[in-house]
């Protein structure tokens, strides 16, 4: 699912980058005011960033929307000058270790320790080099694309018409040879990637971390080992259920696709209607328990309301167009489809008392990809200037997949138009996980009885067939996550921590992938390849923990919204869409941002300070009882995968 994406620019703590006009400051530069407290340390740092803000994040904008040597040299330039400057800040902040200060400037001085995922050498030289090798690996991944013959008779297709293949095509072959394609344009990162990690190691070092993957488990208001246990006690929670539905789905496909529906007991890769495997809805066609139900095809309506709006585009020509005509017509109607969803992601948040997005949002965000010049289509919401500037950059098509982006995108624009009076530093979720889990709360309350309201499913009928499709539609997309939601940040803890070596990146990652997903390719994929680099987060350097860690979250705030709007019934018919009592509820706790801690802002909502999956089980309980009646007799679960050899001290 494209959904389950980066937070803009790659930071840990959900804080933006930004850019320094000038190199850092040092405790004794003259700059710095003499005597000057924590609280007003704090103060000016929150004040600069603010200022530098909208330099940096114009050029990330840049360099992901505009894909060239020039775009990615200014980015690459900014990201640089705000290391510079972090490095600074920290380096400055050492002298209050001890001091007395507020609980609030405390709190600041922890969360600019943590505001990059990125953390940067002291040493000018190779802080430069770690910048040009994070733009050049994320160019490569916007700018890649699978070529096949030469000179005149070569043609290319990039993610968005390889993913169209996974989608559609039920061919064995042509999904395989999609599947491929794309991995294959990650192979040329690896070197970097290598690099890469050596640089982010000894900048965590050099803010007292272990490694980089340290640091990165230490932006949760607990030790970094807690944290690592808590999500295996999670995952443990609903490991159970992701089995069952793994079971079902293999069943199905060993159906489909005889003799190759399955890789010794585990998925093929490439069948699963996603280039990684993380969201299976667009096997509805073969995972669909009941045809005879109403039909859920929310992608086939969202496909029709493009044809229509593009016939009525060629209708209302004079004349019948030509082939240049045709063509930018049809681009009008994409670019009409995709702000038609986009408005209706908007009714949610708005049916719920809160503000309408501002007019720049629909003048400066890219909806659709444009046809002139690569840009990054993996979706993503940006606040360029910690005010009112807010944007999405996607490439929508009229798919579910893309639909329900759309809304999860949203969650993240109205995060930080909730927030934006915060300090800079509080600008940022309670924990990275909350900002994932915003707009996929709603994503729960779009129920068939929503989908239906607005006219892109059927009136539902009320049966237990009925429920089960309506159960399916959804754990093909949240159930089937949760494993992957792990294992990306698997890889890199244990990439940066070493026990990963670089000569065993490729089979480390299947070894996970097969371990967390029950997933293995249909051929083996030696260390020629490297296909973490395939996912953007990888190359774009996006933790990923916070991914599962929402998965869990959305359903204990849908929870409490759901009992906020006064609702009385199963978890799973629940929508609190039009109800201004659970917004007030919900924009509340958005607003707090990361002033305190994530347990104080989890328990103001829901009354519980601790993440718990219980509410996912809860919601499920109908379809986890119909698999394990349907999985009877089966041999559900897969084989363990042999361990990688750690790296040898």
Request: proline share 5%; aromatic share 10%.
């Amino acid at each position: 699912m494209n959904h389950r994406r980066l937070w803009v620019l790659a930071i840990a703590a959900c804080l933006a980058l930004s850019a320094c006009k000038r190199d850092a400051a040092t405790a004794t530069d003259p700059a710095i005011p003499e005597n000057e407290t924590a609280d007003e340390f704090i103060a000016r740092v929150d004040d600069e960033l603010r200022a530098m803000y909208p330099e940096l994040s114009a050029a990330q904008w840049l360099s992901s929307t505009y894909i060239n040597d020039d775009s990615q040299l200014l980015a690459a330039k900014a990201n640089e000058r705000w290391l510079t400057a972090l490095n600074g800040w920290i380096e400055q902040a050492r002298r209050f270790e001890g001091q007395d200060m507020s609980p609030a400037t405390a709190r600041a001085i922890g969360l600019l320790k943590l505001s990059t995922a990125m953390p940067a050498p002291r040493d000018p030289q190779r802080l430069a080099e770690l910048t040009r090798i994070a733009t050049r690996m994320e160019g490569m991944y916007g700018a890649g694309a699978y070529c096949v013959g030469e000179g005149e008779n070569q043609s290319c297709r990039q993610l968005g018409e390889l993913e169209e293949v996974l989608r559609k095509s039920r061919d064995h072959d042509e999904q395989l040879d999609a599947w491929q394609g794309w991995h294959s344009i990650a192979q040329p990162m690896r070197k970097d990637y290598v690099r890469f990690v050596e640089l982010v190691n000894e900048g965590a070092r050099d803010m007292g971390f272990a490694d980089a993957g340290e640091m990165w488990r230490s932006g949760y208001d607990m030790s970094p080992g807690e944290i690592a246990a808590e999500t295996d006690r999670l995952w443990g929670q609903v490991k159970p259920l992701y089995e069952q539905l793994h079971c079902y789905a293999r069943t199905r496909l060993e159906a489909k696709y005889p003799d190759r529906g399955s890789v010794d007991g585990l998925l093929p890769a490439h069948l699963m209607g996603n280039m990684w495997q993380q969201d299976w809805s667009n096997l509805w066609d073969i995972l669909q328990p009941y045809g005879s139900a109403g039909t859920l095809d929310v992608s086939a309506a969202l496909e029709t309301q493009f044809r229509e709006g593009l016939n009525k585009r060629l209708a209302a020509a004079r004349g019948l167009p030509d082939a240049v005509g045709r063509v930018e017509i049809e681009r009008r109607a994409e670019a009409d489809i995709a702000e038609s969803m986009t408005r209706r992601a908007e009714d949610f948040y708005t049916s719920l008392g809160m503000p309408e997005l501002p007019e720049s949002f629909w003048r400066k965000s890219q909806l659709i990809k444009p046809r002139d010049r690569d840009v990054v289509c993996h979706a993503s919401a940006w606040p360029m200037d910690m005010a009112d500037d807010v944007r999405i950059k996607m490439c929508i098509q009229p798919s579910e997949e893309d639909f329900t982006t759309v809304y999860h995108e949203l969650g993240h624009i109205y995060y930080y138009m909730a927030y934006k009076d915060q300090p800079p530093l509080f600008q940022a979720g309670a924990h990275d996980g909350f900002h994932e889990a915003i707009g996929d709360t709603i994503v729960l309350a779009m129920t068939p009885q929503y989908m239906s309201t607005i006219g892109l499913v059927e009136e539902q009928q009320q049966s237990q067939a009925a429920l089960i499709n309506s159960q399916m539609r959804m754990a093909l997309s949240k159930v089937a996550f949760l494993p992957f939601g792990l294992m990306i940040d698997r890889w890199r803890w244990g990439v940066f921590g070493g026990s990963i070596a670089p000569e065993n990146y490729n089979s480390a990652w299947w070894n996970l992938k097969a371990q967390y997903q029950g997933v293995a390719p249909a051929d083996a994929r030696g260390e020629d390849f490297f296909d973490p680099g395939a996912k953007y987060h990888v190359p774009g350097n996006t933790p990923y923990t916070r991914y599962f860690l929402s998965h869990i979250l959305q359903f204990q705030f849908y929870k409490a919204l759901c009992d906020a709007s006064g609702y009385d019934g199963p978890l799973y018919e629940c929508s609190f869409y039009g109800n201004e009592a659970a917004g007030e509820k919900f924009w509340a706790m958005l607003g707090k941002g990361a002033s305190q801690p994530w347990q104080q802002t989890l328990e103001e909502l829901t009354g519980a300070g601790t993440m718990d999956a219980a509410a996912v089980l809860e919601y499920f309980a109908p379809l986890q009882d119909w698999l394990e009646s349907q999985n009877e007799g089966q041999a559900c679960g897969w084989p363990a995968p042999a361990p990688v050899a750690a790296k040898t001290p």
